[in-house]
């Protein structure tokens, strides 16, 4: 973890100096660069200091560099189609999941019948109108509209519009999906 490191570039970054940083935090010349190159470990209480200091939350400063912002560019993003179905992974980040799906009318987005998969969906209908399905529940859902479940019980999500639809889906499974969806 450098935490050393982060601590420096965000002070560079704003332009404050180790002299305006040792009058701010009240800690010594010589301590604060023992702390950006990772000579000493400060106490919580000390990184607490430097954390409001420099006017950032204290946790940034103890995440790891995998657990910081990801960017996923919009020509970057991967893209696949699955039967006549269009899906545009939007992020993910550990089990959390954002795709954009674009089905065409009558079609199904993922499987023609009912499925079930580990995790918890919200899906937020960008176009179109679609019918969702959940165990004995259906709705009907238009532009704007929203809807949630747990993917464990057996669901399923049809174009039921004159117009292609999309779909803004989000993902929460600690599971392993297969690249189709």
Known sequence: MDIGGKIRAIRKRKQITI??????????????????????????NTLNTIAEFLNIPLPYLLLEKKQHMRVVRKDKRKKISYKDVKIEHVTSKGPLRMLIVEAPPGVAIGEEDMHAHE???SHLVLKGKVLAEQGE????????????????????????????????????SDAKFEDTF
Request: aromatic share 6%; charged share 20%.
């Open 137 to 172: 529940e259906s709705i009907i859902a238009e532009e704007g509209d929203s809807f949630s479940w747990n993917a464990s019980v057996p669901h399923k999500v049809k174009n039921i519009g004159d117009t292609n639809s999309v779909i803004l889906i989000t993902i929460y």
């Open 119 to 121: 995790g918890e969906e």
């Open 19 to 44: 002299a305006q940083m040792c009058e701010g935090t009240g800690l010594s010349k010589g301590f604060i660069s023992n702390v950006e190159n990772n000579n000493t470990s400060p106490s919580i």
